[in-house]
């Protein structure tokens, strides 16, 4: 479903006021905390690389 406007599919929402709630915590979110940034995403990726290394450690293990 393409909306012929500005062909965004789905621009439609079922529930506007869910809609809205959901901008409203995206928008206080990002207030908070700022746009998620180049360092943000490295320690991301390395907590997510020491947690599967520690899967892979304890499967080897047991």
Do not use: C
């Amino acid at each position: 479903m393409i909306d012929g406007n500005n062909n965004n599919p789905f621009s439609h929402s079922a529930d506007p006021y869910g809609a809205k709630a959901n901008f409203d915590v995206n928008q206080q979110k990002l207030h908070t905390e700022g746009v998620p940034g180049f360092w943000r995403q490295v320690t991301n990726l390395l907590i997510l690389v020491g947690i599967i290394a520690l899967v892979v450690v304890l499967v080897r293990i047991f």
